[in-house]
């Protein structure tokens, strides 16, 4: 159950930041936070990370209605067994966040990205982000580590 609750609380807070930068920022206006490590942008980004494949904006929610079907049967799966406490983790960050991010695609027909790095490589601090996409990455590594550590403890 703490999964579920997860689940919820990221996607519902994704909703309630989303909204709020929505309504209080121009599009792509731009403010230096922390010391300008972090930069507030509102991004509308149509595609996937980076604006990839913007110019498939039904293809791209084809493609993320299916990957979090995928990640939400496995999340299911797994409910069910004792144990993989970190898989399910993973899981749970992925599909609360990118239950958010297809929110957005269902009733917006964009992503809200809101904020960028002002360090790094240049590509990197080019690329806008939300809170949703932390949430994507960090569960994405959970379940690497977690299928990592399986297979070390099966061989």
Not at 61 to 89: N, P, W
Not at 117 to 143: E, H, M, S, W
Request: glycine letters at 12%; charged letters at 20%; one cysteine or more.
């Amino acid at each position: 159950m703490v999964y579920l609750l997860i689940i919820a609380a990221i996607c519902g807070c994704d909703f309630w930041v989303k909204k709020y930068m929505d309504e209080s920022r121009a599009l792509n206006e731009e403010q230096a936070v922390a010391g300008g490590k972090i930069i507030l942008k509102k991004f509308y980004n149509t595609g996937a990370f980076g604006n990839l494949l913007s110019g498939s904006p039904k293809a791209i929610l084809c493609i993320h209605a299916a990957v979090l079907g995928g990640v939400c049967t496995e999340l299911l799966r797994l409910l069910f067994q004792k144990g993989s406490r970190m898989a399910k983790l993973g899981l749970a960050f992925v599909a609360g966040a990118g239950a958010g991010n297809l929110y957005d695609r269902l009733a917006k027909g964009h992503v809200v990205d809101y904020f960028r790095f002002g360090f790094g490589p240049k590509r990197f601090r080019k690329t806008v982000f939300n809170i949703a996409d932390l949430f994507i990455f960090a569960g994405t590594a959970l379940v690497f580590l977690a299928m990592c550590t399986t297979k070390k403890k099966e061989g």
